[in-house]
Structure formats: C-alpha cells, structure tokens
C-alpha cells in the first residue's frame, strides 16, 4: 500500500519570498509523483509531474521539485511567491500496477500574506 | 478543448435520500475516476471505470456505487444519505488507466441535512 505524508498543514509566507512544500511518500512499487493545486472552491490543478527521467521536474507557475529516491520526497519550491499562489497544495503519488490509483496527501494550504 | 464538467455544481439532500452525480470527461479520455474530499480525511479514491467497466474500488460502503456510458460520461450514486456523506465529490478523467495523469472537473459539493 502507499501513502502520502505533507508535513506541513499550514505555511505562511510573505510575497517575493521563497517556499518549500513538503511531501514524502511510501510505495513498495514503482511511483508517479505529482503536484495539485486547489484554488477555493475549485476542482485540482495538475502542477507538476514526474514519472521519469530528471529528477528536477519544472511546472507552472514557476513552481518546480525535485524527486528524492533515497528519501522518498518529493518537496515543491518556489523562489518567489505571489499573493495569487495562495491555495491548497496537494502532493500524490500513482502506482500499484494494474489496481493503479491516486493516492493524495492531507494538503498544505500555502497563504501568502503581501 | 473543453475540461472535464461535472453536474450538478451544488445539491442539498436530507438523510435517507439518494443521490445521482455525473461526470463528463475530456473529449478523447476513456478513464473517469471519483474522490470525495472532506475537511477531515482529505481526498479519498472512491473508484475508476475505464471502457464501462469498474476497474478498481476505495474501501467505500456499498451505498456508493457508479457506472460509465459508452461516451466515457460517468455517474455515480449514493443511497441512503448520511450526515457524513456532505463534500466535494471530484471527477478526473485520463487517457487510459495507469500512470496517465488525472485531470480534475470542479466538483460538486453535496451537503446532506
């Protein structure tokens, strides 16, 4: 079974600062690693994705992260954030073969206070 | 091309009641999975269905239950309403099964009284 641990449930930063979402995660399988962004009362907005290849994956928004194997993270950064990217960020992770699914962490919601 | 749409946006049920939402994927995506999201558990896979079949289930009770149509369009019911069954009930669809990334419809939000 897998599961999704954001260590962090609340981060608050001020604008033009720098951030890190933390995730980690537990498969015994191969993964899929991604990045959703949830904007009030909205549906999910895919960030970023890594299912090969770099372990530096860059998204929208300026958003990128980085794939860890040997911690098993894989923690979002921004350099510079804007009031606009306050939302609720959520990490997940795919595997499980042919029962392949979803499976999200609790969310960190980012509030970035001008 | 158009998003994922989910209908209705918002529902109001009172216990006991049953409830009928649906889901139309991306034009082209034949996978359509179900999460409900709460405040207190988070996002929770409830099931997928690929080519009208149930190709895997979350540990949900029976009351949930869902179907695809042949256009990939998806429904899923819940009987019986309780008070914890009120949330934001998402609809993704993809491609295929498997590691094909899930794109998210906006919800609907049902509250149950």
């Known amino acids: 079974a897998q599961s999704v641990t954001q260590l962090d449930s609340q981060v608050p930063v001020f604008e033009e600062a720098p951030v890190e979402l933390r995730c980690n995660y537990s498969s015994s399988v191969s993964v899929y690693l991604f990045w959703y962004v949830q904007y009030p009362n909205q549906g999910l907005q895919l960030l970023l994705k890594?299912?090969?290849?770099?372990?530096l994956v860059k998204g929208i928004n300026g958003f990128e992260a980085e794939f860890n194997k040997s911690q098993t993270s894989f923690h979002l950064r921004k350099p510079s954030v804007h009031i606009s990217d306050t939302a609720e960020y959520f990490c997940?992770?795919?595997?499980?073969?042919?029962?392949?699914?979803?499976?999200f962490g609790k969310g960190t919601l980012l509030t970035v206070n001008p | 091309k158009a998003g994922v749409t989910q209908t209705p946006r918002y529902l109001i049920k009172t216990r006991g009641q049953q409830v009928t939402l649906s889901c139309s994927p991306i034009?082209?995506?034949?996978?359509v999975s179900w999460y409900q999201q709460t405040p207190g558990q988070g996002l929770q896979f409830l099931f997928e269905y690929f080519s009208e079949t149930q190709r895997n289930k979350g540990n949900f009770p029976g009351r949930f239950s869902g179907r695809q149509f042949s256009n990939s369009r998806s429904e899923m019911n819940v009987s019986t309403l309780e008070l914890g069954d009120s949330a934001l009930y998402l609809c993704?669809?993809?491609?295929?099964?498997?590691?094909?990334?899930?794109?998210f419809g906006p919800g609907t939000r049902l509250l149950v009284l």
């Open positions: 997940a992770v795919g595997s499980g073969g042919s029962n392949y699914k979803l499976t």
């Open positions: 034009s082209g995506h034949r996978s």
């Open positions: 890594y299912l090969s290849g770099s372990t």
């Open positions: 993704a669809s993809s491609l295929q099964v498997g590691r094909e990334t899930q794109y």
